[in-house]
């Protein structure tokens, strides 16, 4: 009952915004927003997506295939925040200028449409994170519908598992520039050495993992779990890895986490 109550919370919030564009990455909790919110509006939504190098080219074709399977509008532009300096050089609130750009370009995607507003899938548990992009988000009046309804991950994962979305299993996923401990050039060819090794390591079956880059070393993450698994392929991992460009390869005893790049920041 109480799961119930957000779903409908979130459901008048969405008719209530009447038009509005969907920020959408094929995450989690951008797929079952917009799933929800094409349910609810109809034609009055649309969905827009970012092609760029912070994200694979995985996530890029799953956002387009979904859209085509539901019929969805869907408006592709071209993200180039590595031609921000300020960007690349990978300041703590790098997160900040990345989304008050991109969210930029989503507004005007809305206003050419006659669309009103946009959204974006940020969920109850994004608040307990060291996450800079949400003031961009609340300085641009950007909704975000997840969070005004309460809902958590855990909970987007098992409504999107009663509406037959195959995401609610699909491990979380952030941009590639999370990869990077902060003050080190973000570049297009680092951002390839870490998308190379974390697909690598997916198509090995690790479903939940993350390779921190610190300069030429990985940093591998999975879950605690999967340590004698991660273990027992060790020589394949550094062979393919130094292909990628890394010179050295390491395990996190810690495990998989997210946001382990802001853990030093809590400490100052």
């Known amino acids: ?33 917009l799933k929800i919110a094409h349910e609810q509006a109809g034609d009055k939504i649309i969905a827009v997506t970012a092609k760029s190098s912070l994200f694979p080219e995985r996530e890029f074709n799953e956002a387009i295939n979904f859209c085509k399977k539901e019929g969805i509008k869907h408006i592709i532009i071209e993200a180039n925040e590595l031609n921000t300096e300020c960007f ?77 979305l195959s995401t609610w299993e699909k491990p979380s996923f952030a941009c590639l520039a999370s990869r990077f401990v902060y003050g080190e050039e973000i570049s297009e060819e680092k951002l390839k050495m870490v998308e190379n090794a974390e697909e690598f390591l997916r198509n090995a079956g690790f479903k939940q993992v993350r390779v921190r880059i610190h300069n030429n070393l990985a940093r591998i993450e999975v879950m605690p779990e999967e340590f004698e698994k991660l273990l027992q392929i060790r020589e394949k991992i550094i062979s393919e890895f130094k292909t990628y460009g890394f010179n050295y390869i390491t395990m996190d005893l810690t495990g998989y986490r997210t946001g382990s790049m802001n853990e030093p920041l809590k400490l100052q």
């Not at 119930?4 to 209530?16: G, M, S």
Request: proline share 4%; with cysteine.
């Open 1 to 33: 009952m109480y799961l119930e109550n957000k779903v409908t919370k979130l459901k008048q919030y969405i008719k209530a915004l009447d038009s509005f564009a969907v920020a959408f990455s094929s995450g989690v909790d951008s797929t079952f927003l």
């Open 88 to 164: 690349r050089q990978n300041p703590p609130n790098r997160c900040y200028l990345c989304k008050k750009e991109l969210f930029k370009k989503f507004l005007t995607i809305a206003e050419e449409n006659n669309i009103k507003y946009v959204v974006e899938g940020s969920n109850a548990d994004d608040i307990q994170d060291y996450r800079p992009g949400m003031r961009a988000v609340k300085e641009l009046g950007i909704k975000s519908p997840l969070l005004e309804a309460g809902l958590t991950k855990a909970e987007i994962r098992i409504l999107s598992k009663q509406l037959g």
